[in-house]
C-alpha cells in the first residue's frame, strides 16, 4: 500500500480506502483510491515528486459525485500534509 493511503486511513479513522494504482515515474510516485467514507465513494488521484530542500511538488484530484477538487502546489512535507487533510476533510463534509 502507498504512502499517501496510508496517511489517509492513519488521519481519517471512518474511512475506508482501496488502492486502485500505484506506480513510480522515475522520482514521482502516483497512487488512484477509492474511498468510501459515509456512505458515499469518491476518487482520489495524488501525485508527489521530491524537488531541492525538502520541497515537493504535488497535485490531488478528488472526485465524487457532487464535487470535484484539484489542487497542487510545492509544499514542504508537513505544510503538504496539512492541505491534503483540509481538502479531503472538506470533500468528506460535503457527501
Do not use: C
Not at 515537493?56 to 478528488?62: E, K, N
Amino acid at each position: 500500500m502507498g504512502e499517501f493511503t496510508e496517511m489517509l486511513k492513519r488521519e481519517f479513522g471512518g474511512l475506508e480506502a482501496r488502492e486502485i494504482y500505484s506506480t513510480k515515474l522515475g522520482n514521482r510516485s502516483v497512487e488512484i483510491l477509492e474511498v468510501k467514507a459515509k456512505g458515499s465513494r469518491f476518487l482520489v488521484m495524488f501525485q508527489d515528486e521530491p524537488k531541492k530542500h525538502d520541497i515537493h511538488r504535488w497535485s490531488l484530484i478528488i472526485t465524487s459525485a457532487n464535487n470535484s477538487r484539484t489542487i497542487q502546489g510545492m509544499d514542504k512535507l508537513d505544510t503538504l500534509k496539512m492541505r491534503i487533510k483540509e481538502n479531503v476533510r472538506a470533500i468528506i463534509e460535503g457527501l
